[in-house]
């Protein structure tokens, strides 16, 4: 597609399961952030790859949080053992080059967990 | 490490009058400022950004100036029309070599009354 694209766009989770949030970034980018977005206020940052390599994962807010990316192309961020202050609305943006440099941001996935 | 503020949180103009949202932010290092307009339950979008190079940068109705010394930024949108109505946000981060995350302002809630 032409544009960065996140799955699911809604998630309702059970505290404590474990989810998995996919991002398909723009075809040739090579940078890829992660943010967290919580009602009424800015992004969040998480993490950020470049290409396969996850270079930056200080945003992360704890261990139950992993992101990958095996194949410098689509990446995973997963959350194990969701609980209630993971509810915020998860975007993804890439970036053709090594920075945040004009970069495009997905939809998000909204997760709410109850 | 980087802190962004945005003033103010909402504001509220007449169609055709002009809008004015300000940011400030700490880290000196910081040279690339780019602006996000997200509509309600949309993605953030890229509007205009500008490097610390060039102190305006103007695209029809929407400029943006910087100020390196003061370290604050302006979004200035002229003409205002309803479909300006959106959040807008700020965010700061440096583009060298070395990479630097995003850091994003709280947001503006602004409202273009017809």
């Known amino acids: 597609g032409a544009g960065v694209s996140q799955s699911p766009r809604y998630k309702v989770a059970k505290r404590g399961q474990d989810v998995a949030l996919r991002c398909d970034p723009i075809?040739?980018?090579?940078?890829l952030f992660w943010y967290q977005q919580a009602l009424g206020q800015g992004p969040e940052f998480l993490t950020y790859?470049?290409?396969?390599?996850?270079?930056?994962k200080s945003g992360l807010p704890s261990d139950r949080f992993f992101a990958e990316r095996p194949e410098g192309s689509v990446s995973t961020l997963k959350i194990q053992r969701t609980q209630q202050e993971d509810s915020a609305v998860y975007l993804c943006?890439?970036?053709?080059?090594?920075?945040?440099?004009?970069?495009?941001f997905g939809q998000g996935t909204r997760l709410t967990v109850v | 490490g980087e802190n962004v503020e945005q003033h103010p949180s909402t504001l509220s103009v007449q169609e055709g009058d002009s809008a004015v949202i300000k940011c400030t932010y700490s880290?000196?290092?910081?040279?690339?400022f780019p602006w996000y307009k997200q509509e309600l339950g949309k993605r953030p979008q890229l509007i205009i950004d500008?490097?610390?190079?060039?102190g305006e940068k103007k695209d029809q109705r929407i400029a943006v100036t910087l100020n390196k010394t003061a370290k604050h930024f302006s979004l200035h949108i002229t003409e205002t029309q309803p479909e300006d109505s959106a959040v807008y946000f700020c965010?700061?981060?440096?583009?060298?070599?070395?990479?630097?995350?995003?850091?994003f302002g709280p947001g503006t809630s602004l409202s273009v009354i017809p």
């Open positions: 943006a890439s970036s053709l080059v090594g920075s945040h440099t004009e970069a495009f």
């Open positions: 500008i490097r610390s190079n060039v």
């Open positions: 075809s040739g980018h090579v940078s």
């Open positions: 790859f470049q290409n396969e390599a996850q270079l930056d």
């Open positions: 880290d000196s290092a910081s040279n690339y």
């Open positions: 965010a700061a981060t440096s583009i060298d070599d070395s990479y630097d995350k995003v850091i």
